[in-house]
Each structure stands twice: as structure tokens, then as C-alpha cells.
């Protein structure tokens, strides 16, 4: 069987990664660059190996492409492009529309489409299967299901193996080919009653994890007003065997998923008349700890960071990836900066970032952790700087939240 994937980043790569070891996969993506260097053998995702795509290559059953032409004749089709938010900060459907233009014009036998990317409820029933229907040229009646991905980039004890995979076609035959397909490389299938229940799983996910880190960074705040240890606090209320998760503060969320996700929620609740301050109310808390943080870092130096040299330390969003898609450390520089500090940042795995080159980690007035990632060891940050304020809690001997 023949499985085109459309995206090749994050969820793209990943997937063909597994499904090329069943299936003749082919990558398809816009962006060239990508592409080459795909067809190298060289991966740009963490946690998919170049030694597997080659041997995938090597095997004739992976390649990658940007032209519509190598996927005429594919037997299924996998969506994974990004779902962003426009400037208004409302769900982006362009990169979704134009997966749909793709498939639309260029696939004209009967294939399975399977929508992976993030989106609200009621995204693969009123708009995916309408645009492909409108782009295509003759009357072809595709399958369609959803399936929304789960990859926590950069994780090793959890993959498409093992982590249990959401799935509902809006026909019955639709989910039997969704399950034949993911069967051959996931372990646990859990079939929905409907595609909007799916959709609707996969965005209060990660709205349970953006509500429960706003509501620890508040709880930092809060602790430091009375004087606590944040830290001793929560590992208190962790030894409660049930009825708590543990939630560790920081600089604010990141990635393409948690900043992102919660506000489509948001978006179509309010849209159908359902308030969703909770939501609403998460995201702002979560992006004013950039302000907090500085804040802090201001009341510690004699109230002034103007002509301050500030090393921020960690640039990724998350530890061990090199993803600086919505990271918390873009807003605390622009506080910095707008407060007069002298900013440069240190991120080994990042290495380059807005045009600007990782900068060493020593000789500054003040060092702020955003990201720890394991290379970079504890003593070394301890002396980069006079002063050190640690947001990640695994800095001990630094001032933090
Ligand atoms: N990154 C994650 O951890 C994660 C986890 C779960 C779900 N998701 C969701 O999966 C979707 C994809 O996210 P991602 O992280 O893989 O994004 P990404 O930016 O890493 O990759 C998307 C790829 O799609 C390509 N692309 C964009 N438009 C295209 C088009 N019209 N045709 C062909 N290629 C196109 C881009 O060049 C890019 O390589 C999003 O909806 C996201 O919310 C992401």
C-alpha cells in the first residue's frame, strides 16, 4: 500500500518513520530544503533517526517530495501540517486548506484521508471533506477519518508504539481502514463514536495541561508572596497518593501545542455561544509569567536592569528539543529590552535563532534559566553570571520562582 503523508515536520516525519517499515511511503512537503535534505537520509526531528529513514530509502519505501505528482496515485492519505493561530489570535486553517487543495486536484482514485493535525471539533466533517471536494475536478468520493497526534517530541519512553491512538472515521468503512492502517504500528487503537468527539479529545488534553501550569505559575507567585518554597509546597502535596497531579512552574508555555490548542477550544465554544474564561483566563496568566520573571529579576538588581548585561540561558521551549516555536523566552527578552537590559542567550541545542548565534555562557551581569536541557551541566550556569535566577527549579543553588 501506498501512504502519502503531508508534512513533513514534527507529526509528519514521525509517522512516516513507523508506517515505513509496512507501507511505501512518500514525504510531501512544500518546503525544498526540507525535502533534500530528507532524501539524504537526514532527519530533522528529534526522535526520528537519520539510520532509520536511510535504511526506509535504502529499502525503497520512503522518499521525499514536493511535487503533487509523486502522490496521484497514493492508497491513503495523511494530513499533518501546522494549525497556527492567524494574528487575531483565531484558529488558521490556511495550512490545512492547502492540504486540501493538494489532495483535491491531484488524487483522482477513491483513497482513505486522515486528518492528524490539531483542530476543533467539526474540522473534518464541515471543513476538510468540503475543500477537498471543492478542489477536486471530477466527483471522487473519498474515505475520510481523524486521528489526532499524540508525539511528545524529544520523549523516549512513549511513542507511536505505545501511546494508545484516538480514532473515528465518519463512515464505518472509514474506521476500518483507520484501524487496519495504525494497527500495523501502534499496539492500542481506541475507536470514538464520531469525529468531533476525537477532535474534541485531543484539544482538552492539552487545555488540561495549559489550565494546570497557569495554575501552578500563579501558585508560584503566590508562594513567594508568603514566603514558601514552591518546590517543597508541591512535592508536599504529591505524596497525596490520589485526587493530584504534580505541575512544576516556569517562564510560561511553549511549543505548537499547549500556547496553541487551548484557544481553538476557546474559539469554537465561544462561536457556539459557551463562555470559556477559564481557558481565556489560563493563557493570560501563563504569558504574563515572562513579566513576573523580569520583575523579579529587576527587584533583585536595585530596581534597574537599564545597561544590565542578561544572559538568558536555555532558548528552546522544552528541555533536550531545539523547538523555539512559541517559547517563553521571546517574551522575557522583549521585557528585558524594553527595560534597558543587554540581551544574549545561551542554547546549545538551539544554536542559531532569529538570526542571532547561541552566545557563550559565562561573563554576564545576570543570567536568567529558561530552558535547562541536559548538556548543559548545573556548575556551568552557576558560573555564568554574579547573579542567577533559575525558572526551572533544577538550578539549586540559583535565587528562582
Ligand atoms: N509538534 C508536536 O508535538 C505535535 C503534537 C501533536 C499534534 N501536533 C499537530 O500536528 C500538526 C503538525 O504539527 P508539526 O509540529 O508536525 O508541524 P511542523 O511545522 O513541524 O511541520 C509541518 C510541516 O508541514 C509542511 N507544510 C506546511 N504546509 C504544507 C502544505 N500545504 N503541503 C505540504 N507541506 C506543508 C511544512 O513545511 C512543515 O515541514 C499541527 O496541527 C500540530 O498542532 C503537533
Known amino acids: 500500500m501506498k501512504v502519502a503523508i503531508i508534512g513533513q515536520g514534527y507529526v509528519g516525519l514521525t509517522i512516516s518513520a513507523f508506517a515505513g517499515e509496512y507501507f511505501d511511503v512518500v514525504g510531501f512537503d512544500n518546503n ?4 533534500e535534505q530528507l532524501n539524504k537520509g537526514i532527519s530533522h526531528i528529534e526522535g526520528v533517526e537519520s539510520s532509520v529513514l536511510r535504511s526506509w530509502i535504502k529499502a525503497g519505501r520512503y522518499r521525499a517530495t514536493n511535487s503533487v505528482r509523486d502522490i496521484a496515485d497514493t492508497d491513503l492519505v495523511v494530513i499533518a501540517v501546522p494549525t497556527p493561530l492567524t494574528s487575531e489570535r483565531k484558529p488558521d486553517l490556511t495550512f490545512i486548506d492547502a492540504a486540501c487543495r493538494t489532495i483535491g486536484e491531484n488524487i483522482k482514485t477513491p483513497v482513505l484521508v ?3 493535525s490539531t483542530s476543533f471539533p467539526g474540522t473534518l466533517r464541515n471543513y476538510i471533506k468540503p475543500a477537498i471536494e471543492k478542489y477536486s475536478t471530477s466527483r471522487i468520493e473519498h474515505l475520510y477519518a481523524i486521528s489526532p497526534e499524540r508525539v511528545d517530541p524529544g520523549r523516549s519512553d512513549f ?4 501511546t494508545p491512538r484516538l480514532f473515528a472515521g465518519l463512515t464505518p468503512e472509514a474506521s476500518v481502514k483507520t484501524r487496519d492502517f495504525y ?7 481506541v475507536e470514538v463514536s464520531s469525529p468531533e468527539v476525537a477532535e474534541a479529545a485531543k484539544l482538552f488534553e492539552n ?3 495549559q489550565v494546570n501550569i497557569a495554575l501552578v505559575n500563579e501558585f508560584a507567585q503566590i508562594a513567594h508572596a508568603l514566603g514558601i518554597s514552591i ?4 512535592d508536599a502535596a504529591n505524596t497525596k497518593p490520589y485526587g493530584f497531579m504534580k505541575f512544576t512552574p516556569s517562564a510560561g508555555v511553549g511549543g505548537h501545542c499547549i500556547p496553541v490548542d487551548p484557544t481553538y477550544l476557546a474559539a469554537v465554544a465561544e462561536e457556539n455561544g459557551a463562555p470559556a474564561t477559564f481557558i ?9 509569567m515572562s513579566e513576573y520573571i523580569v520583575n523579579r529579576v529587576q527587584a533583585d538588581n536595585d530596581g534597574s536592569l537599564q545597561g ?4 538568558v540561558v536555555g532558548v528552546a521551549y522544552k528541555p533536550n528539543v531545539a523547538d523555539v516555536r512559541e517559547t517563553a523566552a521571546e517574551l522575557v527578552i522583549k521585557h528585558l529590552r524594553d527595560r534597558g537590559a543587554v540581551v544574549s542567550w545561551h542554547d546549545e541545542v538551539v544554536g542559531s535563532w532569529h538570526g542571532e548565534s547561541s552566545a557563550p555562557l559565562s561573563g554576564a551581569d545576570i543570567a536568567i534559566v529558561i530552558t535547562k536541557h541536559d548538556v548543559v551541566s548545573e556548575r556551568d550556569i552557576l558560573a555564568s553570571a554574579p547573579y542567577i535566577f533559575d525558572t526551572t527549579g533544577k538550578v539549586a543553588e540559583a535565587k528562582g520562582l
Not at 525544498?32 to 525535502?35: E, L, P, Q
Open 32 to 35: 525544498t530544503k526540507i525535502v
Open 114 to 116: 486522515i486528518n492528524e
Open 159 to 162: 511513542n507511536q508504539r505505545n
Open 183 to 189: 494497527s500495523r504500528f501502534c499496539d492500542q487503537l
Open 207 to 209: 487545555t488540561f495541561r
Open 231 to 234: 518546590y517543597e509546597t508541591l
Open 280 to 288: 481565556r483566563r489560563a493563557n493570560i496568566v501563563n504569558l504574563e
Open 308 to 311: 544590565k548585561s542578561v544572559l
